[in-house]
């Protein structure tokens, strides 16, 4: 695959390095206050329009497919939203003792705490694990990292409640009316959506480096990286033997679905709900660039190991045939 080609596919990637490069440049512009006045364009605007485009694209005859899954799905919403975030506590108390920048930290703690992209739809269903991390996440929020945020929290569920279920339940109405026109005309809802979190994540880098407290070291990134690969690897390594047990009563189809969405985390839902729980906060982009590096380490390492999981499934699904077929009597 060409550099061009490469670039088209993951155009989003290269948009992030863009937009925090833009914001480097010139912070002015989106700084709170700012021409763009992100205050009302960005918490308002942008976060209900990426919520609405979802509403708009989410088909509920996939949520119907999805819910029947039920131990699927029960097995994904507890590993991600209990285990993971617990796990990544425990060993951030290990960390914490190192000269690891404190705010990178908690960044990595609000990757344990988000929810599943909607884009695991493209394993499982469009449907798995979206909806519960719009109330479960601002919770695992305010547990881990305490009352750090500078918004009330019955100020942040009201945000939350306008600018994502309202849009995203307007989204779904509207969707009823003209379900045969998106189904005909294919709209690129996830352009549209990616294109408005771009905007997000250059306002929030704009008032970073705007700030000349705020300083992150290399060192402390680099670590931040490699804690991200290994989490990801060990925690898709341990999502495969739990859901592979002779007792687990999972499919191959269902392992893949596992490794995949237990594992994955919602760059779309996460940096909008960074944003309103974490208001007016100056670390905000410190604590959003685990997120931001989580993003495409999920991407590569899925890219790189669909092949190996797809033979393993295959492989698999045919045993298991030759295992249900019944033995024809050899006649003497």
Known sequence: ????????????????????????????????????????????????????????????????????????????????????????????????????????????????????????????????????????????????????????????????????????IIGQIVRRYIKDWLERKKPPFGTISSCVLLMIIYTTFCDTFANPNIDLDKFSLIIIVFIIFSVQMSFMFLTFLFSTRNDSGFTPADTVAIIFCSTHKSLTLGIPMLKIVFAGYEHLSLISVPLLIYHPAQILLGSLLVPTIKSWMVSRQKALKLTRQPKVPVKV
């Open 1 to 168: 695959m060409g550099l061009l080609e490469r670039l088209r596919k993951e155009w989003f990637i290269a948009g992030i390095v863009l937009v925090i490069a833009a914001a480097r440049l010139e912070p002015a512009v989106g700084v709170k206050g700012g021409p763009l006045k992100p205050e009302i364009t960005i918490t308002y605007i942008a976060v209900s329009a990426i919520f609405f485009n979802s509403g708009l694209s989410l088909k509920t005859e996939e949520l119907t497919s999805a819910l029947m899954h039920v131990r699927l799905h029960l097995f994904v919403q507890i590993f991600t939203l209990v285990f993971f975030p617990t796990a990544i506590w425990l060993f951030l108390q290990l960390l914490s003792i190192t000269p690891i920048n404190e705010w990178l930290l908690k960044g990595l703690q609000t990757v344990g705490c988000m929810p599943p992209p909607v884009s695991s739809a493209v394993i499982l269903t469009k449907a798995v694990g979206g909806n519960e991390g719009i109330v479960i996440t601002p919770l695992l929020l305010l547990l881990f990292l305490g009352s750090s945020s500078s918004v009330p929290f019955t100020s942040i569920f009201s945000q939350l409640f306008m600018t994502v279920v309202v849009p995203l």
